[in-house]
């Protein structure tokens, strides 16, 4: 079992016949993931060979899930058309949107999430590394080849942390991993997943990695307080940041004491999450929780 991304699920890659996109389609299509098709109007008809598999390229989304039932697009397109794809994206009825890219307009992240929303496709992101299922499928970013399939969850805002703590639990592996992106506004949140976590079967504890600035991961405490009775371990990135600086995300805006990591630490740990000072330390309590679960 996974969230959101299985080996079943087919992808499109907008923005696929670029340069990021073409170094990241094969990397995705070297994990395993079914890409079926990319999408650019400019080259549509064309095929691209990426080692042993030639993939069609699509004039629109719609057109490529109609020819292979794609239900997933991967959308490496610059800041400025962004809005655009994901629109389209939504306009075809695709369930699952996956942002890669960074540097978006808020108004344009505003714009296009709640707009998928009513056309109820998922959006990961945007200014996000993506998700992966180990051993089934990667879309977006994230290396695959540094864990395996086993049985913790993890949400993050940070990338690097992400692929870190995957590194550091190889031995015990993951359900899925998602990155939900760091920026002000993003589409998929950490209560998403923690809801989707709780409810797949094979995930037996859940990683939250937050960050410094917002109100994210004190709502994601209230809802484990009330909804989530797998054991929760998080980790929130800034505990050394300066104070009065803005640092690193989009997102990541502090105001007095509110945002701050000792905050985030104590809303979390109010609700029984343990919560490490360091990753690698985050990293231990899942192995001593697991290890104590048996």
């Not at 959006?123 to 499928?137: A, D, E, F, M, V």
């Not at 991993?177 to 797949?200: K, N, W, Y």
Request: glycine share 14%; with cysteine; proline share 5%.
């Amino acid at each position: 079992m996974a969230i959101y991304l299985t080996k079943e699920s087919k992808v499109l890659v907008q923005g696929m016949t670029g340069g990021e996109g073409m170094k990241h389609t094969r990397r995705m299509l070297a994990a395993g993931t079914d890409v079926v098709g990319g999408v650019n109007p400019r080259k549509a008809g064309q095929t691209v060979d990426f080692d042993d598999r030639a993939v069609p390229v699509f004039g629109t989304v719609a057109e490529g899930m109609a020819v292979t039932g794609a239900d997933v697009t991967v959308v490496f397109v610059p800041p400025a058309f962004a809005k655009a794809a994901v629109l389209e994206a939504a306009d075809a009825g695709i369930g699952l949107a996956v942002v890669i890219t960074e540097g978006i307009p808020v108004h344009d992240s505003v714009a296009f999430t709640s707009y998928a929303r009513t056309k109820g496709t998922r959006i990961i992101g945007p200014n996000c590394p993506g998700l992966i299922t180990p051993g089934q499928s990667n879309a977006g970013i994230i290396p695959a080849d540094i864990t395996k399939p086993g049985r913790i969850g993890l949400v993050s805002k940070s990338g690097t942390l992400t692929y870190q703590l995957m590194y550091e639990l190889r031995d015990i592996g993951f359900s899925t991993c998602v990155g939900i992106g760091g920026d002000p506004v993003v589409g998929t949140s950490h209560i998403d997943c923690l809801a989707a976590f709780q409810e797949d079967p094979d995930t037996e504890l859940v990683v939250l990695i937050g960050e410094i600035g917002g109100d994210a991961e004190e709502r994601a405490a209230a809802y484990i307080r009330e909804h989530v009775t797998k054991p929760v371990v998080g980790y929130i990135a800034g505990f050394t940041a300066p104070e009065g600086r803005t640092m690193g995300h989009a997102g990541a805006i502090v105001s007095g004491s509110a945002g701050t990591a000792r905050a985030k630490q104590a809303a979390l740990e109010a609700v029984g999450v343990r919560v490490g000072s360091t990753p690698t330390e985050s990293a231990r309590l899942v192995l001593e929780l697991l290890k104590a679960g048996g």
